[in-house]
């Protein structure tokens, strides 16, 4: 299985500061047709989770441009500009290149 | 708008069998391959399976492979997940959630494993 290693595991920011997530992959997420399949997911506290961004670097759905992301092959970054007090949570990055799919193991965003 | 709603889940004893449901709606749920996804207490997430738009495929993560049993009905808008022998490991929040990956998650159904 691709195991996907996030970093840190928590973080704390203040409101108006920027940030950034890492996920590595245990191998590349270029599929056959040339495209990266890796994930953004936010879990808000009580809520399901929510992708915010598909494919590297494509906004979700109503996702603010606050959120962008990053990356190639086996190192990708999330970065969350000018931090809302909405955006604390758990971050997923996850892959669907390979099978079985699977997941980092979260990041913790705290608000100071 | 896209709305999933799980259900089935609940206590179950260890060795038991399980089916959780999933209904759609807010979409043409034939047209779209379907997956679960479950996240233990601790917070991990792990992909189940997935199944495609008419039913006919299957996959599976291998290491639940021989007691999770995806299926649909199309003409009910529903997604299923039969479980098998269960195990206390196997206590978790599941998800359905709708192609493109990850895309759209319903609100899970707890299941908890224990006697």
């Known amino acids: 299985d691709v195991v996907m290693t996030q970093t840190p595991p928590s973080l704390s920011v203040a409101i108006g500061q920027s940030v950034s997530i890492s996920c590595k992959s245990s191998?590349?997420?270029?599929?056959?047709?040339?495209?990266?399949?890796l994930h953004w997911l936010l879990q808000s506290p009580g809520r399901s989770p929510k992708r915010l961004i598909y494919?590297?670097?494509n906004l979700g759905s109503g996702v603010p441009d606050r959120f962008s992301g990053t990356g190639s092959q086996k190192d990708f970054t999330l970065k969350i500009s000018r931090v809302e007090a909405e955006d604390l949570g758990v971050y997923y990055c996850?892959?669907?290149?390979?099978?079985?799919?699977?997941f980092g193991s979260g990041t913790k965003l705290e608000i100071k | 708008e896209v709305q999933l709603v799980e259900s089935g889940g609940g206590l179950v004893q260890p060795g038991a069998s399980l089916k959780l449901s999933c209904v759609a709606s807010?979409?043409?749920?034939?047209?779209?391959?379907m997956s679960w996804v479950r996240q233990t207490p601790g917070k991990t997430m792990e992909w189940i399976g997935d199944?495609?738009?008419?039913?006919?495929?299957?996959n599976y993560a291998p290491s639940l492979k021989n007691r999770f049993t995806i299926s649909r009905d199309n003409a009910k808008s529903t997604l299923y997940l039969q479980m098998s022998n269960v195990r206390s490991e196997d206590t978790a929040t599941y998800y359905c959630?709708?192609?493109?990956?990850?895309?759209?998650w319903g609100q899970g159904t707890l299941v908890t494993v224990s006697s």
């Open positions: 494919q590297v670097s």
């Open positions: 959630t709708r192609d493109p990956p990850f895309a759209y």
């Open positions: 996850a892959q669907t290149t390979h099978f079985p799919f699977t």
């Open positions: 807010g979409f043409t749920f034939s047209d779209y391959w």
């Open positions: 191998q590349s997420l270029v599929y056959s047709d040339g495209k990266t399949y």
């Open positions: 199944i495609k738009y008419d039913g006919s495929y299957t």
